[in-house]
């Protein structure tokens, strides 16, 4: 089975500033694991997925993760915020094999102030 | 445009009155797929399917019914909605199953009162 936690429902940081949130995930099986962003009054888009090939992967709008087995975590990062990266961000997790379930966190909402 | 859709956007609806959700997309996608999100539980999955005629229950499947009868349509039905099946709902397809890019619809807010 194949679950992910979400350290912290919400996370505040001003604008400019390091964007830091937390995933850890188990999976009994190498997983592949994603970061979708769900703007305002909108369905979920893709910020990025890791899948093996580099542990260190490169999103959209300037976000990226580290895939650190150690720890079991996927923790998403930006080096500057902005206002409009102000969203629910959702950590998933999936099998690498054929049709799998994806499971996905609980969310953290990220608020960005002036 | 490539997309999802999903309709109605908004639902109220009494306990008890069977109603239905469709999800449609234009991807030529095999492998669709329900949610519901609640406040502090994320989403959950309700059912997803592989392929016409191929679904299966997700993690949170009681009170729902699913059917793919044709590649590009998987409508989510509710026969007999209770006030625990408030919610947000939304449909995501992909090309190559969970594993791959979803692409999400705007999703369905449903009231049962």
């Known amino acids: 089975a194949q679950s992910v936690t979400q350290l912290g429902s919400h996370v505040s940081v001003s604008e400019g500033a390091l964007v830091l949130l937390r995933c850890n995930y188990s999976?009994?099986?190498?997983?592949?694991l994603f970061w979708y962003v769900q703007y305002p009054n909108q369905g979920l888009q893709l910020l990025l997925k890791?899948?093996?090939?580099?542990?260190l992967v490169k999103g959209i709008n300037g976000f990226e993760a580290e895939f650190k087995k150690s720890e079991t975590s996927f923790h998403l990062t930006k080096p500057s915020a902005h206002m409009s990266d102000a969203a629910e961000y959702f950590c998933?997790?999936?099998?690498?094999?054929?049709?799998?379930?994806?499971?996905f966190g609980t969310g953290t909402r990220l608020l960005v102030s002036p | 445009e490539a997309q999802v859709t999903q309709n109605p956007r908004y639902l109220i609806t009494v306990t008890g009155k069977k109603l239905t959700v469709t999800c449609s997309q234009n991807?030529?996608?095999?492998?669709m797929s329900w949610y519901r999100q609640d406040p502090g539980l994320g989403l959950r999955q309700i059912y997803y399917?592989?392929?016409?005629?191929?679904?299966d229950k997700g993690d949170v499947p009681e009170g729902y019914k699913v059917s793919r009868k044709e590649k590009r349509n998987f409508p989510l039905i509710l026969e007999s909605p209770s006030p625990n099946q408030t919610s947000l709902y939304f449909c995501a397809s992909s090309f190559g199953g969970a594993g791959e890019k979803l692409f999400f619809g705007s999703g369905t807010q449903l009231s049962v009162l």
């Open positions: 890791y899948t093996s090939a580099a542990t």
């Open positions: 999976s009994s099986v190498p997983p592949y």
């Open positions: 991807m030529n996608h095999e492998y």
């Open positions: 399917s592989m392929n016409v005629e191929v679904t």
């Open positions: 998933a997790v999936s099998g690498n094999t054929g049709f799998q379930k994806l499971v």
